[in-house]
Every structure is written in C-alpha cells, then in structure tokens.
C-alpha cells in the first residue's frame, strides 16, 4: 500500500504518521465483536478451570518450603535424600555419599516405600519435587526459600553401569560441593 502523492513528499512525514493511525484506527474498527467476545469468554473459563488445580500445588510447595526451613532450623536438615536397595548404587551411596551428608539428610528408602507415612511432609516433599521419571535415586537440597535444587542421580548411574563414570562424578561433585557450601552457610548462621 503506497502512500497519497500529496503525503509522500519529504515534508509530509506528519501527514504519513496521520494516514497511518486512520488506517490503523479503521482496521482495528473492522474486528469482529462477536470472535473478541468469544476469545474472551474461552480465556476466562480456562483460567476458571485450570485455577483450582494449579493453586493447590502452589501452595504445597511453600508449605513444603517453609517445614524444610524450619526443620533446617532446628536440626540442620536442609537435604532430601532418595535411594533404593538397587545394586547398581545401594554400595556407592551408603559408603561414599550418606557418610558426607548424613548429619544433613533426611533419608528416604525408595525400596522401604510402603512402610513411609504418606502424609509426612518429607514424603509429600518428594512427591512434589521429585516427578515421575529418573527420580530414584535423587536428593533436594533446600537452600533457602526460593532456591531448592535437585540432583538427579539415575541417568548418571545408568552410565557408570557401562563404564563412564563421568556424569556420576560430575552430578556427584555438584551436589557435594552445594552441601559443603550450604554446610558452612547453615554454621555461621548457627553460630559455629
């Protein structure tokens, strides 16, 4: 679409801005109420839909975060800590990484699952955070409010079985170096 002969010299860049809201102004007039009103109406009944069940998990998680901080608080547990008697990490874990972090763990035996209590809120915990794939074995770190980080230990496991242990090493390393860095953190605001 050009512009008028009359508007399209090197003065005419007021009358260019004109032409162009007036188109503009006469397209958005052309818009169909009808498809506006139903565009609007389907937006409202998704949200009114979706609502209830997105609030419920929203809430959970900062119910979830604040009994972390507060057993943190109390007893210097700020770990979640998953694992099963599986032999491909049942050794690895219990003697190269629960004696690191025991002291700062609240220990959960996937293997052990029908004897937890459902309703503890370290249970509930893994369920929110860990999800329904390569959660096993895996642990939450609280950090503080906001931040929790998750370390997912099963892909790296499936690796060290074939002979890389790089992915352990380096999931392992992350997380331990988080925990001694949480460890001192936790100290000083202790008082030690």
Not at 23 to 46: C, G, H, W, Y
Not at 77 to 84: A, D, E, G, M
Request: charged share 25%; proline share 4%; glycine share 8%.
């Amino acid at each position: 679409m050009g512009l008028p002969a009359e508007i399209a010299g090197p003065d005419g860049q007021e009358e260019a801005r004109r032409h162009f809201m007036q188109q503009n102004r006469s397209e958005l007039k052309r818009e169909n109420p009808f498809k506006t009103a139903l565009n609007l109406s389907l937006m409202v009944l998704i949200f009114t839909v979706a609502l209830p069940f997105l609030i419920p998990g929203f809430v959970l998680g900062i119910w979830l975060r604040f009994k972390f901080r507060q057993m943190a608080l109390q007893d210097g547990k700020f770990i979640l800590l998953v694992y099963s008697d599986s032999p491909i990490w049942k050794v690895y874990f219990e003697q190269g990484i629960l004696p690191r972090v025991q002291d700062h763990a609240i220990i959960l035996n996937w293997s052990e699952r029908r004897q937890w209590k459902n309703w503890s809120w370290a249970v509930q915990a893994f369920r929110h955070w860990g999800g329904r794939k390569d959660f096993n074995p895996m642990a939450i770190v609280f950090c503080n409010l906001r931040t929790i980080r998750i370390f997912r230990f099963y892909k790296a496991f499936q690796d060290y079985k074939r002979g890389n242990t790089a992915a352990l090493q380096k999931v392992e390393g992350e997380f331990l170096g988080l925990v001694a860095t949480e460890t001192e953190e936790w100290g000083r605001k202790r008082g030690f």
